[in-house]
């Protein structure tokens, strides 16, 4: 409980920016939620206008459901924070490594995410999370300043326009060890 709140009271004490935040188990969000009525000055204007939306990795790719996290976005559903529904599957390891098959298991997860959302509460406001990224398949480790996670990315933001859906993608990553050379080639 005390990492969750006190990383969400420090940000939203800390901007006044719309706030991401992660939630480790469902009995967390209920003392998170009193906090962020009360800075809202009411539970109605938090609903009205949220500033905090849950981050929240709801499935373990391939294709199933994770318990704890499906229970913090239950409550967070029931509470009025917008979901960002994550699936982040990794090429070549917990998704297919072909990047077209990684981007339709993302696709297929983030959309289960949204029915699941959608049978808590009805138009209730998710983001399509699709965030898978590659396996160096020489190693395992994950690659993301490759060539093969900037395409899979850009796929996968044209599902979210496609299917016209508020979408959000990983950016900016490198495998640069260091702030380098390598590190600003990669993030472009």
Not at 8 to 20: D, E
Not at 112 to 119: F, I, K, M, P, Q
Not at 138 to 151: D, F, I, L, P, W
Request: proline content about 6%; aromatic content about 8%; hydrophobic content about 45%.
């Amino acid at each position: 409980l005390d990492m969750d709140f006190n990383t969400l009271y420090a940000c939203v004490m800390g901007t006044s920016k719309h706030v991401g935040t992660s939630f480790t188990v469902r009995e967390n969000v209920k003392p998170a939620l009193d906090m962020l009525y009360a800075i809202a000055g009411g539970e109605e204007n938090f609903r009205a206008r949220p500033f905090v939306s849950n981050s929240n990795c709801f499935v373990v790719p391939p294709m199933k459901f994770a318990e704890d996290a499906c229970g913090v976005l239950e409550a967070c559903v029931e509470g009025g924070i917008p979901i960002l529904l994550l699936s982040a599957g990794q090429a070549g390891a917990t998704a297919p490594a072909a990047i077209a098959g990684a981007v339709v298991q993302a696709v297929a997860e983030v959309l289960a995410g949204l029915v699941y959302v959608n049978a808590i509460k009805p138009g209730h406001p998710a983001i399509f999370g699709t965030w898978p990224f590659v396996s160096d398949l020489r190693t395992g480790a994950m690659s993301g300043g490759s060539a093969e996670q900037a395409v899979l990315t850009a796929a996968c933001a044209q599902m979210a326009q496609f299917y016209d859906l508020p979408g959000g993608s990983a950016a900016g990553m490198t495998d640069s060890k260091l702030p380098d050379i390598q590190s600003g080639y990669e993030k472009g």
